[in-house]
């Protein structure tokens, strides 16, 4: 496998030279969007790099495993992990893969205009909560809005 890449501003050490901090995507719209940087408008990098965490995958197919879990009669997702599918929804070539906040991408649009942005809100809204959407899958974060740890080596965001 394709070493990882980190492109995420928590990955500098900090001013110590302590070892990099767990790459983070920050929530503030209860989603993320997982997949190629290719499907997000070339405008909006500089809001991938600030907000976003990318890795390298081997060019291929894949989809996004959500584990849920039953937290006293409601029911939360608890991960999402990248793994390989011949019929998955996301395709990478040779880019990266990307975890973002679909909110942080101004050129996505606003909920409701039919754009990127509501496509996602579209999946997360509507039971289980996740799926395919823009090239990529989106998934609802299980608890809500807050910072996630992507692990990089896992390709998976973990929620609680």
């Known amino acids: 496998m394709d070493s990882q890449v980190p492109f995420n ?51 291929g197919r894949y989809t996004v495993q959500v584990t849920v879990v039953d937290d006293g009669g409601s029911r939360r997702i608890r991960q999402a992990a ?35 942005y509501d496509q996602c809100c579209q999946v997360i809204l509507k039971s289980p909560h996740y799926g395919p959407a823009v090239q990529g899958f989106v998934v609802e974060s299980g608890w809500g809005d807050g910072d996630y740890k992507v692990d990089l080596d896992k390709q998976q965001i973990t929620f609680f």
Do not use: T
């Open 9 to 59: 501003k928590n990955q500098k050490a900090d001013a110590q030279g302590s070892s990099p901090r767990p790459p983070i995507v920050s929530v503030n719209s209860g989603q993320v969007w997982i997949g190629p940087l290719s499907a997000i408008d070339p405008i909006d990098h500089p809001a991938v790099y600030h907000h976003g965490v990318l890795c390298s995958l081997a060019p």
């Open 82 to 116: 990248v793994v390989p599918d011949p019929e998955g929804p996301i395709i990478l070539s040779d880019e990266p893969l990307v975890f973002i906040d679909p909110g942080s991408l101004p050129h996505w649009g606003r909920f409701g205009d039919g754009g990127p």
